[in-house]
């Protein structure tokens, strides 16, 4: 038997290691983050950055783990899931979000946006924001408009100049209704789809093309199964940043300044990897075999949309439109 009153160092030992183990470990929460890009897409990036500086400015309390490639499903399967609470984060196409805020369907409206330099923009300023505080009440919680890009068309029939060499080809297009109303409007039979199956729809011929922005086109291989590259740029295509509000409500004041300081840090990263893409991707597409039609007839295709734009128009506001057009 130790007898602790005539071995005073032993006592002190003791209640050191007490009063240490008395203490809670600290705590670690680890969280899904889902996209359905490839390892290496602009979306992974941004994904690898976020959980790298939420890991960071929590120290360690918060970790995530990135499932690329649409392992954990399609995006309106990933925002559902989100939503229900069963995956903390998203990064996702505004494509499928509209279903479930319908606030944010503008932005999905073709030729809305002159370039990356005016999408940045609106989406960063107060239009963008004010469509961001509009989640909660959809129970979600966005914490940055990220990036897609513009999108433009490839199939495996013919090269597309003018609106009307789109008619009559099936294309697969994502579960969104503006876009769909549109790409009717150019004689496209769309066909919806969730991204994971593109590649083996193409592949099989199951549709005969599909349009996405450069970034999704090489980070997909889409050349592999895709002949004909026309640089359309009808639609710029946003990602958003999305978490489950089961873990935002949860999160201290510090905490939550940590997840938007990680959101931004992402969307930079994110960006600048599409700007990558934009000035080199086309030159790797032309070396992997597609044809690229570099200059289409712009006009055929904004002309073709003037009975859409008077539907959007009822549906979400000329003047709203008006707004973000003018935004320089």
């Known amino acids: 038997m130790i007898r602790i009153a005539h071995r005073p160092h032993l006592a002190a030992l003791i209640a050191a290691c007490a009063a240490w183990t008395a203490v809670p470990a600290q705590a670690q929460t680890l969280l899904k983050l889902g996209h359905v890009l490839a390892k290496g897409s602009h979306y992974d990036i ?5 959980c790298d500086s939420l890991d960071k400015n929590t120290q360690g309390r918060y970790k995530c783990q990135v499932y690329p490639a649409g392992s954990l ?9 989100v939503q229900i609470g069963t995956q903390d984060f998203v990064i996702t196409s505004t494509g499928p979000v509209g279903n479930f805020v319908p606030e944010i369907k503008i932005v999905d409206v073709p030729f809305l946006f002159r370039d990356y330099d005016h999408a940045r923009k609106v989406l960063d300023g107060k239009i963008g924001q004010d469509m961001l505080a509009k989640f909660p009440s959809h129970g979600l919680v966005a914490l940055a408009w990220s990036e897609n890009g513009f999108r433009h068309m490839t199939n495996n029939k013919r090269p597309i100049v003018m609106a009307n060499d789109a008619s009559g080809l099936k294309m697969r297009t994502m579960e969104n209704k503006v876009h769909m109303d549109g790409y009717r409007a150019f004689g496209i039979q769309p066909t919806p789809m969730a991204f994971p199956e593109v590649f083996g729809a193409l592949q ?16 997909s291989k889409f050349s592999q199964v895709q002949k004909y590259l026309s640089l359309t740029g009808h639609v710029y295509s946003p990602g958003l940043i999305i978490t489950s509000p089961r873990i ?7 905490d939550k300044k940590a997840f938007q300081a990680a959101a931004t840090l992402s969307v930079e990263a994110t960006r600048k ?22 200059q289409v007839n712009g006009a055929s295709f904004r002309d073709a949309m003037k009975a ?8 979400f506001g000329a003047d709203r439109i008006a707004a973000i057009q003018a935004v320089k």
């Open 248 to 254: 935002w409500n949860k999160l201290s004041d510090a």
């Open 73 to 81: 499903g399609g995006e309106r399967e990933e925002v559902e899931a």
């Open 204 to 219: 099989q011929g199951v549709v005969d093309g599909q349009e996405n922005p450069i970034p999704v086109i090489l980070s």
């Open 273 to 294: 990897k599409v700007n990558e893409d934009e000035a080199n991707g086309i030159a790797q597409l032309e070396r992997d075999g597609m044809q690229v039609v570099k």
């Open 308 to 315: 859409p734009y008077a539907s959007y128009a009822k549906e």
């Open 46 to 50: 941004g994904a690898q950055v976020f």
